[in-house]
């Protein structure tokens, strides 16, 4: 069994409840060991590096050093927890004099940034290190015929650059098929969901929400899976507050990549937190029989 | 004598941590505003910012509600045949505003952001109605409405937290804080 150091993120303590119970289940059924961080604490999102971008990244070094001294690269389930600690730890290996600064500050907490461990989004853990075809032999119910629209979102893919997995993904709906769903061609599924701006600027973030929401509908999904739980929240939760601004009746369900994934390794819906949605997916799911 | 930095110097050098050529580079092709979802809600485009802040308009580009409206998703940054990350710039006014107290006329992204900021100073972690329920008024009666209905579904499905949690270490990690920026009240 593979370990890793795991930072949830301060959504998934609650908001995002399923996520945290669903990543848990399928983590446990294909082999991966994710041991939470001890003590850990938030990223930053990304308000901090309004205010200070130093301050910003002296947060994610907090939980970078914790995971070098298990020794454990850091795996995180959410995309901006993810982007985040991702270009830390970058920045702070190429610039020695900002790594020194941070180190100061550190000290405070005894600990200290090296730079040793990697910073992994789960999706990529159970794709690239898992495996396609080990998940594959594990599928025991394929969600056969289940139209889904793989959202990517923003901060999994971007800022990186120069790299045709980012440009053009595919990992997203490769696992779809793996476990037996049709991924819908999703021409927005790498555009932001507006997800942080939705309490700064409520009506743009509607706007990206609704065409996103369209989108899907057009390209006949019938259900919405996210890497990320900003996406989850503001795609679902919202979906009321889009509807009533832009005279739509959607009701489109928006469940975690790991959710499907679950169903379809047979861990029962109840242990992926399926049921705690605002939109249920109940309908859709018993047709493939969830 | 110290010399005194252009506005258009000032901004290329927010980009401190960041891989980015600077804003010098920018040729204004507006890839930017054509990849940006936002750029309806902006005042100015990217592009126009960028052409803003190289003829020195500050005052003009800190009025601009342009950099608050950036949902930071990047898409202009990777597709800049200019290499600069036009988001990481978005971020830079942010900083520019806030240290100036410029932002007063577009108070929503600021005042998030000081709140975000104290509550992780003072928790540690991030606590969602804390951020939410003071702007809750903002978004009219019916947003008000739908604002409720939403909170009262998350509460009954158990997605709401009650209260905020603690990290066991939070006086070290105030005091890490601390060596970096005095914010968020003495450690």
Redesign the interface.
């Known amino acids: 069994m593979k370990a890793y150091s795991y930072f949830p993120g301060c959504s998934l303590e609650r908001m995002a409840a399923s996520y945290r119970l669903s990543a848990a289940e399928t983590a446990r059924a294909l082999g991966v060991e994710l041991r939470e961080l001890e003590d850990w604490n938030c990223c930053g999102a990304t308000a901090y590096f309004h205010i200070d971008e130093l301050l910003a990244a002296t947060l994610c070094a907090r939980n970078l050093a914790m995971a070098e001294q298990e020794g454990l690269d850091l795996v995180t389930p959410c995309s901006g927890c993810y982007k985040n600690m991702y270009f830390t730890r970058a920045h702070l290996r190429e610039d020695p004099d900002l790594a020194e600064h941070v180190n100061t500050a550190l000290a405070e907490d005894g600990l200290q940034f090296r730079g040793t461990v990697q910073v992994r989004h789960l999706i990529e853990v159970l794709v690239q290190d898992v495996g396609l075809p080990e998940i594959k032999k594990r599928v025991t119910h394929p969600l056969r015929g289940l139209r889904v629209a793989p959202y990517y979102g923003c901060q999994i893919l971007r800022p990186r650059k120069g790299r045709e997995d980012d440009e053009q993904p595919r990992f997203f709906e490769d696992l779809l098929t793996t476990i037996g769903a049709s991924p819908v061609d999703f021409p927005l599924r790498d555009r932001c969901c507006g997800g942080s701006l939705i309490v700064t600027h409520r009506q743009a973030a509607l706007s990206m929400a609704y065409a996103l929401l369209q989108d899907a509908i057009d390209h006949e999904a019938e259900v919405i899976a996210t890497v990320c739980p900003l996406c989850q929240v503001n795609l679902e939760c919202y979906q009321r507050h889009v509807n009533r601004t832009f005279g739509t009746n959607f009701g489109l369900p928006v469940l975690y990549f790991t959710q499907l994934l679950g169903l379809a390794l047979g861990i029962p819906s109840q242990r992926l937190g399926i049921g705690k949605e605002l939109i249920s997916p109940a309908p859709v799911l018993a047709r493939v029989g969830g | 004598m110290a010399r005194t930095l252009t506005f258009e110097q000032e901004i290329a050098n927010l980009f401190?941590?960041?891989?980015s050529n600077p804003v010098q580079a920018c040729i204004q092709c507006g890839i930017c505003s054509g990849t940006c979802?936002?750029v309806?809600?902006m005042q100015h485009s990217p592009r126009a910012i960028i052409a803003m802040i190289r003829a020195g308009q500050k005052k003009a580009v800190l009025a601009s509600n342009t950099y608050?409206?950036c949902?930071?998703?990047?898409?202009c940054?990777?597709k800049c045949p200019q290499g600069i990350?036009v988001?990481a710039m978005m971020?830079g006014l942010?900083?520019y505003s806030?240290w100036r107290n410029h932002y007063r006329t577009v108070p929503?992204?600021?005042d998030?952001?000081?709140r975000?900021?104290r509550l992780?100073t003072k928790y540690?972690?991030?606590?969602?109605p804390g951020?939410?329920a003071p702007?809750v008024l903002?978004?009219g009666f019916?947003?008000l409405l739908?604002e409720i209905?939403?909170a009262l579904?998350?509460l009954r499905?158990?997605?709401?937290?009650l209260l905020p949690?603690r990290?066991?270490?939070a006086e070290?990690?105030r005091?890490?804080?601390?060596?970096?920026?005095p914010?968020g009240g003495r450690a």
């Open positions: 401190y941590a960041m891989d979802p936002a309806a809600f608050w409206a949902a930071s998703c990047y898409a940054s990777v990350d988001a971020y942010k900083r806030l929503l992204g600021a998030f952001s000081r975000f900021v992780i540690g972690r991030s606590y969602e951020l939410a702007y903002r978004h019916r947003g739908d209905r939403t579904g998350l499905k158990g997605r709401l937290p949690h990290i066991k270490r070290s990690l005091r890490v804080i601390w060596q970096i920026l914010v």
